[in-house]
């Protein structure tokens, strides 16, 4: 393949090709075939898959417990410029030779920020022209960009929830600057995750205050962005905790009674990340389920937890029953609406040969790509829909449809159940619909 850049940083690793279940490549797809078309789509336009900067070139593995145990070749240069250049070939890179399409983005993970705001926009500049170099030579694309507003100490109290004005002040600087390298960059969307946006202890929270001044920035960055022309879609990512106790998005559900409240719903859906889900008590599918009930079913960020630890622990996606029931609801729901699939998913900290950045997004697109098939086989070919739609059928006729159709008082309830008797008891069905699931998997 053509390299983009000067250096080639994945030494003796070419393009991922598609080789089918039966290859022993370690590093081929299994079963993500780009071009084969799945429920009237090639999985490469259901899918977007998109590297995320963050965890796929800046995150070297350190925890509470130890420093960074990888040793990334684009992390090398002395000169801030020369090394977020590297790290943008490095990207390039990788996205092409994975035949991804997208990247995701915080501002401070393009270059590190600098000791004025002046300075760091001036780097943002400065790499953001370069990006639209690589973005054109490329033909790759920006799912989404957003800003680290949880990182820096200024922003330990939060960022538009800050009970401080000038800190709030400062988010929304940053995130102008977030927004016009988006922008500049044809970004498809923009992603609001709520950071520190949430509350350690509700004894020193004027939680209304902190919500209602969210919405007015929420408001104020969107109107921004449409008056730059901006067309995309802005996203909320929900997140129950970590790192604040109670974050404000908490679920779906949560940021979607937000959006609404604060007059967003036309402009806003949601990214709906699997760690988050399940750190809110929550499936993945009913997080989507929940979006997608509100039209709101924007973008997901691809991930997984652990069973037996509670907090984001952000590994690549392996389970294809899980996400095949994910993928019932992205299919039947008709997809994403604008956004794609983001693998916010990271390494383990002790899996530190560069090879194993390439497996990891092998095998979290190859997950999606069997859930996908098996979602598809259960609609097109098993008996799922029919029985499901037989459950619901006491409302396609008779009083069920005119209960449906808003014919009936409540007194009409009242004088229908009295001349009925006990309802029939009526299975479940559970373990059929389980079975069908794993039948076509
Ligand atoms: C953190 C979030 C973050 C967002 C982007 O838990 O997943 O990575 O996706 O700020
Ligand atoms: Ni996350
Ligand atoms: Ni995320």
Redesign the pocket.
Known sequence: MALLGDKEFFKGIGDIKYEGWDSDNPLAFKHYNPDQVVAGKTMRDHFKFAMAY?HTLCGTGGDPFGPGTKSFPWATSGDTIRAAKDKADAAFEFITKMGFGHYCF?DYDLVDEAETLSKSEKRIQEIVAYLQQKQKASGVKLLWG?SNCFSHPRYMNGAASNPNFDVVARAGAQVKIALDATIALNGENY?F?GGREGYMSLLNTDMKREQDNIGRFLNMAKDYARSQGFKGTFFV?P?PMEPTKHQYDFDAATSINSIREYGLENDFKLNI?VN?ATLAQHTFQHELQVAANAGMLGSI?ANRGDYQNGW?TDQFPNNTLEVAEAMLVFLKSGGLQGGGINF?AKTRRNSTDLEDIFLAHIGGADTFARALLTADAVIQQSPYESILHKRYSSFDSGKGADFVAGRLSFTDLYDYASGQGEPEQISGKQELFENILNQYT
């Open positions: 963050w915080h957003t992603v995750w990512e997140k990340e988050h960020d984001d916010d």
